[in-house]
């Protein structure tokens, strides 16, 4: 088996939306591992989950809908449930997502 390794400093990040960035770990059609962050203020758009999610908040807080959250966190999101983070300070997670998310705005 072979293992690979990704400097994250290399990693390059590209806008998703106002104020939110997403650097890819190891992604391929929408589903995989990612880094995204959040500046103070922004939020990402409406979405829901159809195979879940899980996120590990790495630094700042925010709100998942009205789940507060903060780095050190674990959240899984159940199929099918929908969601917006809005960031009160500037944020990253990881995300780990097993199929394609749906915009719902």
């Given at each position: 088996?072979?293992?690979?390794?990704?400097?994250?400093?290399?990693?390059?990040?590209?806008?998703?939306?106002?104020?939110?960035?997403?650097?890819?770990?190891?992604?391929?059609?929408?589903?995989?591992?990612?880094?995204?962050?959040?500046?103070?203020?922004?939020?990402?758009?409406?979405?829901?989950?159809?195979?879940?999610?899980?996120?590990?908040?790495?630094?700042?807080?925010?709100?998942?809908?009205?789940l507060?959250?903060?780095?050190?966190d674990?959240?899984?999101?159940?199929?099918?449930?929908?969601?917006?983070?809005?960031?009160?300070?500037?944020?990253?997670?990881?995300v780990?997502?097993?199929?394609?998310?749906?915009?719902?705005?």
């Open positions: 088996m072979a293992m690979h390794r990704l400097d994250t400093a290399d990693t390059p990040w590209r806008p998703v939306c106002e104020g939110v960035t997403l650097a890819p770990l190891r992604m391929q059609d929408g589903k995989g591992t990612f880094l995204m962050k959040f500046k103070a203020g922004s939020r990402c758009p409406h979405h829901s989950h159809p195979g879940g999610e899980e996120i590990y908040v790495v630094e700042g807080r925010g709100r998942l809908n009205d507060p959250v903060a780095a050190g674990f959240i899984y999101t159940t199929p099918g449930d929908s969601h917006v983070l809005y960031a009160d300070t500037d944020v990253t997670i990881h780990v997502l097993p199929e394609p998310v749906v915009v719902l705005e």
